[in-house]
């Protein structure tokens, strides 16, 4: 066993529970002096050597011993009960609540509770009987009883004993918001008002109550006006309380406070703070910090004092919880009188649900590891001795390149889609493998490991990559700036020679680095404090050295190709600056810089500091008089939706505008003329004015992403993405603009996320039926390479057989286009200055539209200053925009939306209007009420509740879905799925339909883990070691039928990784079916992903 945790003074450590609880009555009954504060009821006690007898020999209403209690020794505490008991003869009572009795009574204003023990029928021997109770503050009345209720028979009991376990503080009078929050951004309703999607209602109790093995009080919000916690004041809810006084009982006393507490919005450094007021009247105060004492409701970790206590999924398929604090209280305080607690006012939101004082140190509950070994279940995967594909093979995807070479341009079309320049009304995807910043170094050491590695990305199917960080790569070991390092180069001009002998384009960011073109390591805080995705803002020296290593790089002629990369096709696209968005979300040691401009900014706008003044009110300083004065806002402070928040969104606003004007104005002066994209992570609804003038739009997001890598205490949301609606996609697709391409640069369900399966269909599919010109999974899904560990990490494809499946499906799903494009969209305008009316301008899209996307098109038009929309075309709907949905920054690299509904839009009724205008057939099975939606093509279908999803298309039909799951589809059936996973079944015949083509492959993706990886839960959250090789596959049997015209001509072979036929399996055919019957746990050689479906 493993003591993850343990409480001691002012932090969590290990010191074992020892403090006794205060007794409040005991007695033996062996004497008769113990019955005297006892009245009896219908029954004679007789005091023996074993102790008190009830006997009662027929069926009576009541025959009882009552104990009455105190209510002012008792009030606001939780007693324990318990006592010794025999039984003889028990009658059972004629309702299941009544028979034999030890049971107390509590009464109180609005309450009234009979906590007990279950007595047994018949015959029993001594045994303990125990049940605790919470008391109220203001109990009016409260008793114990042992005896019989609508029963007989004889009970003895001995060794009775009551004890105070813990002070239960009395919350409900403070308390102003509710578990349920039913109305995003109303500053009522429940939790930190950001709606049903994203709030507590899921968080199941009962009393007593006991998180981390500590007593609380959880208030009963249908007992106390829909109340139940206490929602502190934030830059994110400033309706929130500034402070409140919590009073405890008289008398309290004991050496340590408990907190069940929680984040929203976290970000580091001090939340609040609690005040205690002793019963000597000495104060005692606790600064509560964030990352110490208190972390983030999203995926609850232990920290160095908080324990996650109470966890459960919200509606947006996350994992959220509560934590349990401790803190020790000084001696001198004699007690505790009172609690109070403050707000920091900062941007996160601190929910306090309940405050315990007690004697006890309680440990938090022990956790035994869960460690990954190889078992029936999960079995070792082979490997071959050379990563690849086998040429030929049934994974080859090399088929679906028809070009020899990019020789035109990539451009973006009337239809706002990529198409090359020669053929401009053929729309071009790219299926793009993202490269790490070492393949340079790796895979491309020598030009026949270059030669080779290039190939394989064309077998896989990859017909872009993205080079990233390459900034970095051409600095290594430089002494000035702009140093380039000449073999690295030379080694990338080889590259990309390769790369147009095999037809693949080129994705580059100019810059990655937060050192840019300049020496240093990318991968760590600078020792100077750069950090160029901000200075890029506000230091002209940053902007040369940009300006002047994209010059160098881009102009620089490849003396394999006879080019430079401004006047080559094969450079498609580039984004100026990775995640640029970042600049703002840390308070840089540069940040000062920004002082200047944002003072000339809200000069420009009011002219006077008294205008200001009486814009911000309160947010501006008392003692400002000048423009020098005006403090500058903090990172936190960004997300504020007042009115200074709007001039703060405005001015970042137009800090991104110019910067990305200027990017663009130095690109063309060397040259360039491509697609040229920035800002590619930001889903708040102001990026759309950001990227306004941008050609595309490219993206990044993540399902399930660790918490800290790999390091010890990562923790991963098991988390389907299919339960939260396809909550990535919705959220890549929210950022889609008008009539131009969206670009998807970086995705991913990130390993050791045990719902990874379900990326092919739930961003493959979808991105394919939203027309998304491009999909990048992060990173390095292709290597040549033997390596020395096969150990799958997350964001390095390589090694992880699940991702390589889903990869293998999007080639197909996307790049040949077996998912077809919506057939209508719906179209939602935006109005810029609607966006700051609102408050909506840090919002994502409202969550009800985003789930459009999983029925039509969708797209976003944004509206220049006094516009009118494009009128609607033909399949198409125009709507406003509406509400908002809350975006989650995440500092670890991406960022993704949080459901909050709440808002006039309905989308049920919309679906009947879509029906209606014949943008949906009438038969679509999309029922919003029970999340579940179809598309209007038919082919996509999304049953959330259940975590399935279908994919039915002429050329490739499966399923993600739950162990125990059967489907019927067009082609193929699916009678069996013992594990959970992705089965599907896909023509890989040219673009031959399932029943005609004379190769297929099966594919039945589970889950996949390195060996000896160990978590703190079998649910596998936490992380405490990484593990090593081999990979063990979760193994599994379906049965599967599939309707073909040759159904009785094929011959079944499971495949490695590399395509290469290991063994071959049986197949029976019926009535025109052909069908598998496989146990990936019985297959020789070891578990398998691909099945091969071969005409003999």
């Known amino acids: 066993m493993n003591k993850l945790l343990q409480y001691t003074a002012g932090a969590l450590a290990g010191i074992a529970f020892t403090a006794s609880a205060e007794v409040v009555f005991q007695c033996g009954f062996r004497n008769p002096e113990d019955l005297k504060s006892f009245s009896a009821w219908q029954v004679e006690p007789e005091i023996r050597q074993d102790g008190v007898v009830l006997s009662v020999p027929q069926r009576v209403n009541n025959a009882s011993l009552t104990l009455k209690l105190n209510p002012a020794d008792i009030a606001g505490q939780r007693l324990n009960f318990s006592v010794e008991a025999r039984g003889t003869g028990i009658a059972p009572a004629r309702e299941p609540w009544n028979g034999g009795k030890f049971q107390s009574n509590i009464e109180a204003p609005g309450h009234h509770s009979w906590p007990s023990a279950k007595i047994k029928l018949g015959n029993f021997d001594w045994e303990t009987l125990a049940f605790s109770a919470d008391i109220p503050a203001d109990v009016t009345n409260a008793q114990l009883t042992l005896g019989f209720q609508d029963s007989y028979g004889k009970l003895e009991f001995r060794n009775l004993k009551i004890e105070t376990a813990a002070t239960l503080l009395d919350l409900r009078r403070a308390a102003n918001m509710g578990f349920a929050d039913p109305v995003a951004g109303d500053g009522k309703g429940g939790w930190s008002d950001q709606g049903p999607d994203n709030d507590a209602r ?32 934030a830059a994110n809810f400033p309706a929130g309380l500034e402070e409140a006084e919590i009073p405890a009982p008289a008398g309290t006393v004991g050496n340590h406070l408990y907190l069940l507490h929680t984040l929203c919005y976290n970000v580091p450094g001090a939340v609040g703070s609690v005040e205690v007021t002793g019963n000597s009247g000495k104060r005692q105060t606790f600064e509560v910090q964030s990352g110490r004492d208190i972390g983030d409701w999203w995926n609850p970790k232990p920290l160095a004092n908080a324990f996650p206590g109470a966890l459960w999924p919200n509606n947006s398929g996350g994992r959220v919880g509560l934590y349990v604090s401790h803190f020790e209280l000084d001696p001198e305080l004699k007690g505790v009188k009172s609690l109070r607690f403050r707000s920091a006012n900062r941007s996160m939101i601190w929910i306090i649900a309940a405050a315990t004082v007690s004697g006890h140190r309680y440990d938090p509950p022990s956790t035994e590891r869960v460690v990954t070994r190889a078992d029936g279940r999960w079995q070792e995967l082979a490997r071959p001795a050379t990563p690849g594909i086998v040429p030929g093979s049934a994974l080859d995807r090399s088929f679906l390149s028809q070009e020899n070479a990019p020789q035109d341009r990539i451009i973006v079309n009337a239809d706002g889609l990529f198409a090359r320049e020669s053929a401009p009304e053929t729309p071009v995807r790219f299926l793009t493998a993202a490269e790490a910043h070492d393949t340079i170094f790796k895979e491309c050491a020598t030009k026949e490991k270059t030669r080779e590695y290039v190939r394989q990305l064309k077998l896989h199917g990859y017909n872009m990559t993205r080079l990233h960080y390459f900034d970095e790569m051409l600095m290594r070991d430089a002494k000035e700036p702009l140093q380039f390092n000449a073999e690295v180069l030379d080694r990338f001009d080889y590259y990309v020679h390769c790369l147009k002998q095999e037809g693949i384009y080129l994705n580059m960011d100019v810059m990655s680095s937060p050192v840019g073109y300049t020496p240093g390591y990318a991968w760590a805080p600078d020792p100077q404090g750069r950090s160029f995705n901000f200075d890029l803002y506000f230091d002209e020296g940053v902007r040369r050295n940009w300006a002047e290593g994209a010059k160098k790089l881009f102009t620089h002629v490849n003396p394999y190709t006879g080019k430079s990369l401004v006047d080559d096709p094969v450079l498609a696209v580039l984004t100026c600056y990775n995640e640029q968005e970042f600049a703002f979300f840390r308070n840089y040691r540069n940040w000062p810089k920004m002082a200047p401009a944002w003072r000339k900014f809200l000069q420009k706008k009011y002219g006077t500091v008294e205008q200001l003044r009486a814009s911000w009110g309160e947010k ?22 007042g009115n200074r928040g709007i001039d703060i ?12 004007r200027w990017y663009a104005a130095e690109l063309k002066k060397i040259g360039y003329s491509g697609i040229l994209a920035n800002y590619d992570m930001g ?56 009539r131009k391409p969206l670009l998807i640069t970086e995705h991913g369900h990130v390993f050791w996320n045990n719902y990874r399966y379900e990326q092919a269909f739930v961003t493959g599919a979808y991105a394919a039926f939203q027309n998304v010109s491009g999909l990048t999974c992060h990173a390095k899904p292709v290597s040549v390479i033997p390596a020395k560990l096969y150990q799958i990490r997350p964001f390095s494809l390589m090694f992880d057989p699940v991702i390589g499946a889903s990869e293998f499906l999007t080639a197909f799903l996307l790049r040949r286009g077996d998912v077809r494009p919506a057939d209508g969209r719906v179209r939602i305008t935006l109005d810029p200055e609607e966006l700051y009316r609102a408050r909506t301008f840090n919002d994502g899209m409202n969550s009800a539209h985003s789930r459009l996307t999983l029925l039509t098109g969708v797209a976003t038009e944004v509206l220049k200053p006094g516009a009118q929309p494009l009128p609607p075309e033909t399949d198409e709907v125009v709507l406003k925009t509406s509400g908002g949905t809350a975006v989650v920054n995440n500092l670890a690299g991406f960022s993704q939306v949080v459901d909050q509904p709440g808002n006039p839009f309905d989308l049920n009724t919309f679906v009947a209007e879509l029906k209606k205008q014949k943008l949906l057939p009438e038969n679509n099975r999309s029922n919003p009420n029970d999340e579940v939606f179809e598309s209007s093509t038919g082919e996509l279908l999304m049953d959330c509740r259940r975590n399935y999803m279908s994919v039915d298309t002429p050329r490739l039909q499966g399923i993600c879905a739950e162990a125990g799951s059967k489907a019927q589809l067009s082609d193929l059936g699916v009678d069996e799925l013992t594990t959970r996973g992705n089965l599907a079944v896909v023509s890989v015949d040219g673009d031959r339909p399932l029943r005609q083509a004379k190769r297929l492959v099966a594919v039945y993706a589970t889950n996949a883990l390195n060996s000896g990886m160990e978590f703190d839960e079998k649910e596998r959250v936490t992380l405490r070691k990484i593990g090593q090789e081999p990979t063990l596959v979760e193994t599994g049997r379906f049965r599967l039928r599939l309707r073909h015209d040759r159904a009785d001509r094929f011959k079944c072979f499971a495949l490695g990784i590399d395509g290469t036929r290991r063994a071959e399996l049986p197949v029976t055919a019926k009535d025109g079916e052909l069908m598998l019957d496989i146990d990936t746990a019985r297959l020789p050689g070891g578990p398998a992903l691909y099945f091969e479906l071969a005409e003999k």
């Open 202 to 233: 899921n968080f199941k109790w009962r009393s007593p109550a006991t998180f981390a093995n500590v007593p609380f009080a959880v208030i009963d919000p249908a007992k106390n006006n829909g109340r139940s916690v206490l929602t502190m004041r």
């Open 620 to 641: 501006l300083p008392a003692g400002v008089t000048g423009w020098d004065q005006v403090p500058l806002f903090k990172a936190e402070e960004i997300r504020d939706s």
């Open 683 to 738: 889903q708040e609804q102001r990026y759309h004015l950001v990227r306004q003038e941008m050609p595309a739009v490219f993206m990044h997001s993540y399902h399930a992403h660790p918490s800290a890598f790999i390091s010890e205490g990562s923790a991963m949301p098991q988390t389907s993405s299919i339960a939260n609606a396809g909550g990535v996609i919705r959220g890549l697709n929210s950022m889609r603009q008008y």
């Open 649 to 660: 969104a405005r001015f970042l606003t137009s800090l991104e505008q110019n910067l990305y």
